[in-house]
């Protein structure tokens, strides 16, 4: 198979759409296909030139030159005359399928290949917008932003043939905008193989962090919808009975001067660390199996995959359960579910903290609970998705010889 996928993120931005891709990829090409993966260019690094090559000649990246975005810098648009070219040219050749992963400017760049092409186009919604587009316009009346995501989301899911949606909640969401594009329910999943190792006492010695302190770490993108505040708040009520807890934050995003702020704030100077990204082959590893738990609360994720990682490592997870996150912890037995109360939450983390045997338990439940999501598994439906979507009548928002 040759398939052509267009996102208007990718490494070395850290996402969760740009480790979907990859794994995606990873696989892909590990059964012997073709990808050709179109993504802005970030500009000359030597990270994003690895992450170009690492799967040699069958994954082929196309880079176009991109602009900073003003509300978030850490993104890129890519420009219209860049993709003019990069569509005239990718139009000439037949690709089995289209996969498009953001409905930015990649949505209609790849609408508009696919038709010329003749291939069908098969679209993953990853992100739930409808909540995500108030934090980052506030200056415009929520319910009117609410309601411009609903109305966009199913205009845009209504231009491709198959839907790729990573949980059935996420799938309910769509069908209540109006949705009726086909849809397949298909995680993305990880790749086991590369969450066997890490070494937390080297990653304690490397951060201060005696050996035997308790130690809690979560691994986000610190953006507003995160709800980050919300796990320093809970930190904040362990540290007065645990004063030597030490609560690793690892990744980067336009939230961490704030959340720093309230750290000191609450007064957790002391017991907050901040990591910033880490590489997600060495040192996030060493993070992970250097927590007695795991946090996370997030209420928009459409999956989560760190909570997946965390498991295949046996580290002990309390989470709040909210969209994608219910569905991976509906049955996992390496997780403690609470609700949305720094009060509830914090008495679950104490727990794990102070029960060796609870932490055992959990840790040896977790490995067990992420081979649900080991995606050499899930991408054998993928293949099935690309095989079996046809392209229809719907009408690209931006025909081919309308390129702007």
Known sequence: MDLLMVSDVYFPRVNGVSTSIRTFVRALVGLGHRVTLVAPDYGDSPEQAARDTEFGAAFEVIRVPARVLFFDPEDRLMTARALRGVEARLSKRRFDAVHVHTPFRAHASGVRIARACAAPVVETYHTYFEEYVAHYLPWCPAPLLRLFARRLSRKLCHEVDHLIVPTAEMETVLRDYGVRTPATVLPTGIDLDEFQDGDGQRFR????????????????????????????????????????????????????????????????????????????????????????????????????????????????????????????????????????????????????????????????????????????????????????????????????EERA
């Open 205 to 400: 010695a490397s951060h201060g962090i005696a050996p035997d302190a308790p130690v809690v770490a979560t691994v986000s993108r610190l953006a507003i919808e995160k709800n980050i505040p919300f796990l320093l708040e809970v930190a904040a009520r362990v540290v007065r009975e645990a004063p030597a807890l030490r609560f690793v934050v690892a990744g980067e995003g336009p939230d961490e001067k704030r959340l720093r702020s309230l750290a000191r704030t609450l007064g957790l100077a002391p017991n907050v660390i901040f990591v910033g990204n880490l590489d997600r082959r060495t040192t996030l590893l060493d993070c992970y199996r250097a927590a007695d738990a795991f946090l996370f609360a997030s209420p928009t994720e459409t999956q989560g995959l760190v909570l997946i990682e965390a498991m295949a490592l046996g580290v002990p997870i309390v989470s709040t359960a909210v969209m994608g996150t219910a569905t991976v912890l509906r049955r996992a037995r390496g997780a403690i579910v609470s609700g949305q109360d720094v009060e509830e939450f914090a008495r679950h983390v104490l727990r794990v903290l102070r029960d060796e045997q609870m932490r055992a338990t959990l840790s040896a439940a977790g490995p067990r609970d992420a081979k649900a999501w080991d995606n050499t598994r899930l991408i054998q439906r993928a293949l099935e998705v690309y095989a079996t979507a046809r392209p229809d009548s719907a009408t690209p928002s931006f025909p081919l």
